[in-house]
């Protein structure tokens, strides 16, 4: 069975960080895409960066660009998200999202979803 499980998120001051941590089980984590999304109140669901294995990081939120950071640790089938500099514009529940064999910022391409955690940045 595959399962994605999130944790890190938390509230945060304005120019504060977080790191997001995505555990992986019940698939070949080399051959999955692992990515980001976000979903604000009353918004919806948004891709926000991808990493696929070999490849560079692909980012889908401009705003996100020098201050968030994907990474995976193979060996322990985690992927990690470092939010730094954080604003309240990205506020919302992040969601760990597994699509095989390639990244996509499109929900509708998600093989599998984590539960989500909920990030609330304070102004």
């Known amino acids: 069975e595959v399962q994605l499980v999130e944790s890190g998120g938390g509230l945060v001051q304005a120019g504060g960080s977080l790191r997001l941590s995505c555990v992986a089980s019940?698939?070949?984590?080399?051959?999955?895409?692992i990515g980001w999304f976000r979903q604000a109140p009353g918004k919806e669901r948004e891709g926000v960066l991808c990493?696929?294995?070999?490849?560079?990081?692909?980012y889908y939120k401009d705003s996100v660009k020098g201050r968030f950071t994907i990474s995976r640790d193979r060996a322990k089938n985690t992927v990690y998200l470092q939010m730094d500099r954080l604003e309240s514009e990205d506020t919302g529940v992040y969601y760990c999202?597994?699509?095989?064999?390639?990244?996509?910022?499109?929900?509708?391409?998600?093989?599998?979803w984590g539960q989500g955690t909920q990030v609330t940045v304070s102004s």
């Open positions: 999202a597994a699509t095989a064999f390639y990244c996509s910022p499109f929900v509708s391409s998600i093989d599998s």
């Open positions: 019940g698939f070949n984590f080399d051959d999955y895409g």
């Open positions: 990493l696929l294995k070999g490849d560079a990081p692909r």
